[in-house]
């Protein structure tokens, strides 16, 4: 399993967590800001399997519109996790 931190602009995240879901990824919406200018950010965590992490990043990558290689708006860490639960 692998934890997914996606960090988009304010004003990309409704249109990635619509396709996300839609495409049944769970994830937690976190408020953030970062960069030089401390504009406002939104951070997903999202725990994926193994085998899902290409798929994932797949759908991220479609809902932005072919960005110039200076102008990228989304930042995406995958991390290995040992163990997950949910109670």
Not at 26 to 54: C, K, P
Not at 62 to 73: G, L, T
Request: charged content about 30%.
């Amino acid at each position: 399993m692998k934890m997914i931190i996606t960090i988009v602009k304010d004003d990309e995240a409704e249109k990635i967590i619509q396709s996300l879901t839609s495409n049944k990824y769970r994830m937690t919406r976190i408020a953030s800001t970062g960069g030089l200018f401390r504009r406002g950010n939104t951070t997903l965590l999202s725990g994926v399997e193994d085998e899902q992490v290409e798929a994932f990043i797949q759908t991220v990558r479609n809902c932005v519109s072919s960005p110039a290689p200076k102008d990228k708006s989304i930042t995406l860490f995958v991390i290995p996790v040992d163990r997950y639960e949910r109670i």
